[in-house]
T-cell receptor, first 113, second 113 residues
Framework: EAGVVQSPRYKIIEKKQPVAFWCNPI?????LYWYRQNLGQGPELLIR????????DSQLPKDRFSAERLKGVDSTLKIQPAELGDSAVYLC???????????FGEGSRLTVL | QQQVKQSPQSLIVQKGGISIINCAYE??????FPWYQQFPGKGPALLIA?????SEKKEGRFTISFNKSAKQFSLHIMDSQPGDSATYFC????????????FGSGTQLTVLP
């Protein structure tokens, strides 16, 4: 069974440029999360989806961040415009089944110059 | 508000030794306490988890000890191996939140050969 797939793995951009990250969750997992992980820190929740509905986006900086999960499967996270402080690893995780275990992708490392 | 506090930030252990990582939480509504292991360039992966109805859970060389009254839990790695060198995160979540995890800040473990 394929795991959570994220792309791109690495992205380097100039500040004020836009960037987008894509996530394909494990098949059948209805719950999808985007986390941000700063260097040397634990992941911090940005947004949670139940199917196509964003049920918790309270930690998403809505002035520059947006996310969508069309058809309740793949998801994209966009930053426009990017700032220096956005440099981090953006992790996608999906959840499903009886255990409720979260499965993480390998992350997308963003560097803003 | 940091709801899960983790210590130490880094830990160096000799091969065969015991690694101990501690976490404390504030929210008494938390009822699920997992530990995640993260290797460089990878996403976190579930290692072991406990619920507050038991005080200890063991899986192979990994043991979680849980103290509900003190609101603390810890990870013990027995017979530590160089392959255990990774960053470990404790986390917590509460019932009804689709296991929306709050993570600690992480412990970088180095096991010397």
């Amino acid at each position: 069974e394929a795991g959570v797939v994220q792309s791109p793995r690495y992205k380097i951009i100039e500040k004020k440029q836009p960037v987008a990250f894509w996530c394909n969750p494990i098949s059948g997992h209805n719950t999808l999360y985007w986390y941000r992980q700063n260097l040397g820190q634990g992941p911090e929740l940005l947004i949670r989806y139940e199917n196509e509905e964003a049920v918790d986006d309270s930690q998403l900086p809505k002035d520059r961040f947006s996310a969508e999960r069309l058809k309740g499967v793949d998801s994209t996270l966009k930053i426009q415009p990017a700032e220096l402080g956005d440099s981090a690893v953006y992790l996608c995780a999906s959840q499903g089944g009886n255990t409720g275990e979260l499965f993480f992708g390998e992350g997308s490392r963003l560097t803003v110059l | 508000q940091q709801q899960v506090k983790q210590s130490p930030q880094s830990l160096i252990v000799q091969k065969g030794g015991i690694s101990i990582i501690n976490c404390a939480y504030e929210n008494t509504a938390f009822d699920y306490f997992p530990w995640y292991q993260q290797f460089p360039g990878k996403g976190p992966a579930l290692l072991i988890a406990i619920r507050p109805d038991v005080s200890e859970k063991k899986e192979g060389r990994f043991t979680i000890s849980f103290n509900k009254s003190a609101k603390q839990f810890s990870l013990h790695i027995m017979d530590s191996q160089p392959g255990d060198s990774a960053t470990y995160f404790c986390a917590a979540s509460r019932e009804g939140s689709a296991r929306q995890l709050t993570f600690g800040s992480g412990t970088q473990l180095t096991v010397l050969p």
